[in-house]
């Protein structure tokens, strides 16, 4: 959530977040509405309980009439003090109940618009020319049939659509992956984590996935629980409700979780093979740093993501995500995005994002330095989805026969092996 005493000085810029958005501006004023009376009526209960303080001091001393008429006094106050303290208590819960509703602010520099309107803002590597080298580039799916990897028939059968099994070189491909991203982030200086898929529902609204992100979400209603879209979630919530010496910072964390989306709103999207799916792996980097801190950490981990995919010898460009397609924890984002050649355009593989202070005044996660206590920022950043990243290696490093190349940052993880051959030629 954002901070309260911004929104009182500069509700324009508030105004503004919410426009370039596209999401409800009146949020802002109902919010200010509901704050103010939050304030009144809390000064109100306090004048009313200080009056009945006083009182209460007065009567053991009284005597006669005057006694008599203190104690209606008190009778009459005590009636008013516990109105006060209903409407008290109703206003802080409409002004909490506003607030969460309200998406972070937009960094001033994020593109304004809806999804097609992101800034590229470099491109990294060629993408190669199938018809010049004689053949046409198989799919992904088509591909990871041929050898042995993908069975996605069978993820059908025994779980519905957009589930898969990785098979043979497909698992051993995924484990690959896994462990030469947890090896970089941890030579980054990154803790490696394996975190909890099941979470509370304080963690998933904590870290804003109980929003607009809701209806993406699993949710276990017998026991209360959700399962992770990302382990984000689970990293953001391990310090919930802790003070940290700044002297700590940054605390970076690499966690390796499954992830679950129900995809809703995806119908028809990517049907085919393992792109969009409902279940996959992740490894996933998130920092806790000061707020001054937040942007140029925010740089570190495009950077990271950059050479991860660079370690994959991937064409790929990044952009700077547009105002309406952020996320509402996100003040600002920049995606990674491989060429996949069968599509003939660049997809997301990794994104990062820069919470600022919102998550952490959700989740109650300060900083202590010297004697001042105040929320600390927070950044997320994919490192590695495994299914969408089997897809760009498997269609860029496609051979005529139907074999892959191995990129040479994951041959030490397959034994040396420099090639994914087909089971079957």
Known sequence: MIDLRLLREDPDRVRASQRARGEDVALVDSLLSADERRRS????????????????KLIPKATGDEKAELLKKAGTLAADVKAADAERDAAAAETQELLVRLSNLVHPDVPVGGEEDFVTLETHGTARDFGAEGFEPKDHLELGQLLGAIDV?????????????LTGVGALLELALVNAAIAQATAAGFTPM?????????????????????????????????????????LAAYHMDEIIDADRL?????????????EAGSH???????????????????????PEESQEEH????????????????????????????????????DCEAWIPTQGKYRELTSTSDCTEYQSRRLQIR??????????????????????????ILENHQQADGSVRIPEVLRPYLGGRELLEPVSK
Not at 268 to 290: A, C, L, N, P, W
């Open 41 to 56: 009526s809390g000064v109100r209960f306090d004048e009313l309980r200080a009056e009945q303080k006083a009182l209460g």
């Open 194 to 234: 394996l975190t909890p898929a099941l979470v509370r529902p304080q963690s998933m609204a904590g870290t804003g996935f109980l929003g607009q992100a809701a209806q993406d979400v699993y949710h276990l209603e017998k026991d209360d629980l959700y399962l992770v879209g990302t382990s984000e979630v689970a």
């Open 367 to 392: 900083v202590r330095e010297g004697k001042q206590v105040r929320p600390l920022a927070t950044l997320n950043g994919t490192l590695c989805a495994v299914p969408r990243t089997i897809v760009a």
């Open 250 to 262: 940054p605390l970076r964390y690499a966690g390796f979780s499954p992830c679950f989306r129900r």
């Open 153 to 165: 028939e069978r993820g059908a059968k025994v779980s519905g659509s957009r589930f898969y099994f």
């Open 299 to 334: 740089r570190r981990l495009l950077e990271w993501e950059k050479q991860w995919l660079t370690s994959l010898e991937l064409p790929f460009r990044v952009i700077d995500v547009a105002s309406g397609d952020l996320g509402s924890s996100a003040a600002r984002k920049y």
């Open 268 to 290: 028809g999207k990517d049907t085919r093979g393992i792109f969009r799916v409902h279940q996959f792996d992740k490894v996933e980097m998130f920092s806790y740093v000061t």
